[in-house]
């Protein structure tokens, strides 16, 4: 996708509480230079599961580390972060993350996730990447229950320059749908983003209007939504994965957007996501700026969660 890069200098940064809790904990155990046994190995993976790593994702990485101890490839405790760092890398698939797009047309993504997740704040730092990449972006205030949902997204789109439409609050959110879809083939835009109301992931009747919002869009734009994006609060742990269970059965979860990755200790949470829901992480919030968004590397993020 490439519409812009972020250093790993920039996501230690942006990590700084995750890469504190992880490092010092890794340290507790691993010591400088020690011979690793069996003790080490129960206490790293004691470890690695209070980092929100998850309890499948560390018994394989547990597993692997012993398994290499005892064909004795591993040897020294200082030889443990590269081996891990090394084995979470290759949980990735590289066309795992590319955002998809329609084939002709506008493409259509609709944004889903629990209230306070900081979905309308990750829509905007969406739209503002795709539009700083030269692309006609339009938002669609579909969230018409919460009083200050329309006003928060037309105040971002005021800000990142980008057009929306909307209608007035407790206006029928499929409505709004239609006629946004509407107005991204009239224009001629390149993305269409859909703001959606924030309900509680449990409410069956409210995720049946998530899929009502699918189907209006798909009648109108073919294959729409081409994406649809779950932003998922770093802060909630492994609340995160129940969240993306629940969602993915009302409608279909392409990807993740995980906002507030600077704001907790909890960033190994990206790692569980994959591994247990093979839901790819593909984008991730470090910030309350526009700008503080990444597209999501695998590579880069855990040379830098690690670092």
């Not at 005021?158 to 959110?173: C, L, N, S, T």
């Not at 279909?252 to 829901?277: E, P, Q, S, W």
Request: glycine share 8%.
């Amino acid at each position: 996708m490439g519409f812009f890069t972020k250093t790993v200098q920039y996501l230690r940064e942006h990590l700084s509480k995750t890469r504190s809790k992880i490092a010092s904990g890794l340290a507790a155990v691993l010591g400088l230079g020690r011979d690793l046994d069996e003790e080490i190995l129960e206490r790293l993976e004691e470890t690695l599961i209070s980092d929100d790593i998850g309890v499948e994702t560390t018994q394989r990485l547990i597993e692997d580390l012993r398994n290499a101890y005892k064909k004795k490839e591993i040897v020294k405790t200082d030889q443990v972060i590269p081996f891990l760092k090394e084995h979470i890398k290759n949980y990735w698939p590289a066309q795992d993350r590319r955002l998809r797009t329609a084939a002709a047309g506008p493409t259509v993504i609709l944004v889903a996730g629990v209230n306070g997740s900081g979905k309308t704040t990750s829509i905007a730092k969406l739209a503002y990447m795709l539009s700083r990449g030269g692309r006609k972006v339009i938002v669609a205030a579909c969230d018409t229950f919460r009083a200050a949902a329309v006003e928060q997204l037309s105040i971002w789109a005021e800000r990142i320059g980008v057009q929306i439409v909307k209608h007035k609050q407790g206006a029928d959110p499929a409505a709004v749908a239609y006629d946004a879809a509407s107005a991204a083939l009239a224009r001629q835009a390149d993305y269409l983003i859909l703001d959606t109301a924030g309900r509680l992931h449990t409410q069956k009747h409210l995720m049946e209007e998530l899929t009502k919002i699918r189907n209006v869009v798909s009648k109108h734009i073919p294959g729409a939504p081409h994406e649809v994006l779950l932003v998922v609060d770093a802060t909630t742990g492994q609340n995160a994965i129940q969240q993306a269970r629940m969602f993915t059965q009302a409608i279909d979860v392409t990807g993740i957007f995980l906002a507030k990755l600077d704001g907790t200790a909890r960033g190994g949470i990206v790692i569980a996501i994959k591994d247990m829901l093979n839901i790819p992480v593909k984008f991730v919030g470090l910030g309350e700026t526009p700008e503080d968004i990444a597209e999501f590397d695998p590579q880069e993020f855990v040379e830098a969660l690690f670092s």
